[in-house]
């Protein structure tokens, strides 16, 4: 009699623990358990630890409530200023109502995907190409409003958008390209420009101010060459202003013509007389000035002769 008791104890304690075994679940933190009964929904959420269900009947789902990550694959499409580009997303979003999303939704992962892709298709064409590129911002906050507003029926939330690239075709780079380097190159015209105009201004103030001065004219132009020795040059070329010849040519002694005297154009010239010695003196130094020292100073028989003959003759 004792043994058929503890028999039968030894199988109400299996019978126990199989029991317990089929019907003990573990809901991890990160997780909820929804439980189905024949089929349906057990009010109440099963909160993360253990937890017992009745087996055989109840049925547990667990529902992960992590943010998901879902990259939103690259939709072809034509923006609103005519231009095809080629544009991906990424998509953040989590299960806020675990019930919902497995009663009201076959596949809420899914559904969000294609929601996405639909989404994205349709801000491409309200938007502008120079939007997509400088403005994604209000761009992802549109999408944005766009996927949580179906979302939200399905127990799930969307946390953020974000357009991730936009490819455009290569005609279209390279005019962009085009457009940017004429931009650079215009706005280093103007740059350009005003230098000029600043450096003008600032060249008229001097030429102002070495008006008031000549003499800082002379010390410019020794400063220039000054500069330009220091470069250890085998040739300097010294621009000699104009004004500074005339300055010479009014400040030079007037003397008469070489070969002229202040007599009467028909009086005969004596060979020894002053006015004939300083007439051949000073053709004498203008021969010098033109071919050097080579040329005999001292007047030859044969022009004294000449000359006498000349005298005589006239």
Avoid: C
């Amino acid at each position: 009699m004792i043994q058929e008791v503890l028999v039968a104890a030894a199988g109400a304690a299996a019978a126990t623990a199989v029991y317990a075994g089929a019907a003990a679940r573990v809901v991890k933190q990160y997780e909820r358990g929804v439980v189905f009964r024949f089929g349906r929904l057990v009010s109440g959420v099963r909160q993360p630890g253990f937890t017992m269900i009745v087996p055989m009947v109840d049925r547990l789902h667990k529902v992960n409530m992590q943010i998901v990550t879902m990259p939103v694959p690259a939709q072809e499409g034509i923006t609103r200023d005519n231009v095809t580009v080629r544009v991906d997303a990424v998509v953040y979003f989590k299960v806020v109502d675990p019930a919902d999303a497995l009663v009201r939704v076959e596949d809420y992962k899914f559904a969000v995907s294609q929601m996405a892709q639909t989404s994205l298709r349709s801000i491409i064409g309200k938007s502008d190409l120079d939007d997509l590129l400088s403005n994604r911002e209000k761009l992802n906050q549109g999408l944005e409003l766009m996927l949580d507003s179906p979302a939200m029926g399905w127990g799930v939330a969307i946390d953020r958008v974000e357009i991730k690239d936009v490819s455009l075709p290569e005609t279209m780079k390279r005019s962009m390209a085009r457009q940017a380097e004429a931009d650079r190159e215009r706005r280093a015209r103007l740059i350009n420009a005003d230098a000029e105009l600043q450096a003008s201004k600032k060249l008229a103030e001097a030429a102002h101010q070495m008006e008031d001065a000549p003499s800082a004219l002379q010390l410019r132009l020794l400063q220039t060459v000054m500069a330009v020795a220091a470069e250890k040059n085998s040739t300097l070329v010294l621009p000699i202003p104009v004004e500074l010849l005339r300055f010479l040519e009014r400040a030079a002694p007037e003397h008469p013509a070489p070969g002229h005297s202040t007599a009467h154009p028909g009086a005969v010239v004596p060979p020894h007389s002053d006015a004939y010695l300083t007439g051949v003196a000073h053709a004498e130094e203008a021969i010098e000035d033109l071919t050097g020292a080579s040329v005999d100073p001292a007047p030859r028989d044969s022009d004294a002769e000449g000359a006498d003959g000349f005298s005589e003759g006239s």
